[in-house]
């Protein structure tokens, strides 16, 4: 929807940026779904399988960058808790647009800067409809005795999100909240050099997993 007042947004326009240094159609993509929720992710986006047993299984969600949580990472593919959980419960509360990230029957981690990620199975439910400014998030497996707290920046995440599997070739739009429907894209898998500063959310982990290297401003992807 257009802007209802005058105004000028300082800026520059996306995707005029150069991903590629090499032959683009030299390089191994794929076409894949995005999952919903995610909003708008830029090209170069590092990107995460997911791997519920259910759920929206086999789609892809950006790729969360193996770092302890402090708030100062740009981290896409996670939905913080917006309340602390007790050591014993089988639920979280996130906020209302986050909560579309998720579905019923995919598979969640929980994690904060302190407390290891913990493995809490299937989500069995979630309620957008108790709460106006939340919604709760309930899955298969309780808190193993620690509370994850919003202090130390604690969240959930599809599981899978650890794991990089390719880089986002365009930008595209997820949606957020309600009227998230995800996206249809191309992912890069290899055969290719990039331009490393056009990346997002690439960290070193995430080029181990993707047989990637880094020369000086290029990324080479085997």
């Known amino acids: 929807m257009p802007k209802d007042i005058p105004q000028v947004i300082y800026g520059q326009q996306e995707d005029y940026k150069h991903l590629y240094y090499s032959d683009p159609m030299a390089a191994l993509k794929v076409p894949v779904t995005i999952m919903p929720g995610y909003g708008e992710l830029e090209q170069g986006t590092a990107l995460a399988l997911n791997g519920s047993a259910a759920g929206q299984i086999g789609k892809v969600f950006p790729y969360d960058p193996d770092a302890a949580p402090d708030g100062t990472v740009f981290r896409?593919?996670?939905?913080?808790?917006?309340?602390n959980t007790g050591v014993a419960d089988s639920f979280c509360y996130v906020t209302i647009d986050d909560s579309y990230k998720f579905e019923v029957g995919d598979d969640i981690y929980i994690e904060d800067d302190t407390t290891a990620a913990e493995n809490k199975g299937a989500i069995t439910a979630i309620?957008?409809?108790?709460?106006?400014?939340?919604?709760?998030?309930?899955?298969?497996?309780?808190?193993?005795?620690?509370?994850?707290?919003?202090?130390?920046?604690?969240?959930?995440?599809v599981e899978g999100y650890t794991t990089c599997v390719g880089i986002l070739e365009k930008s595209v739009d997820a949606g957020t909240g309600?009227?998230?429907?995800?996206?249809?894209?191309?992912?890069?898998?290899?055969?290719?050099?990039?331009?490393?500063?056009?990346?997002?959310?690439?960290?070193a982990a995430a080029l181990t997993d993707i047989s990637g290297a880094e020369y000086g401003q290029y990324i080479y992807i085997r």
Not at 76 to 83: D, E, H, I, K, T
Not at 135 to 149: E, Q
């Open 76 to 83: 896409p593919g996670v939905a913080y808790l917006v309340s």
């Open 127 to 157: 309620d957008r409809t108790t709460y106006t400014h939340m919604a709760k998030i309930t899955f298969t497996t309780v808190i193993g005795g620690t509370a994850y707290t919003t202090a130390r920046f604690a969240y959930i995440a």
């Open 178 to 203: 309600v009227n998230a429907k995800g996206a249809l894209a191309a992912m890069i898998l290899g055969n290719c050099v990039l331009y490393n500063g056009m990346l997002t959310n690439v960290d």
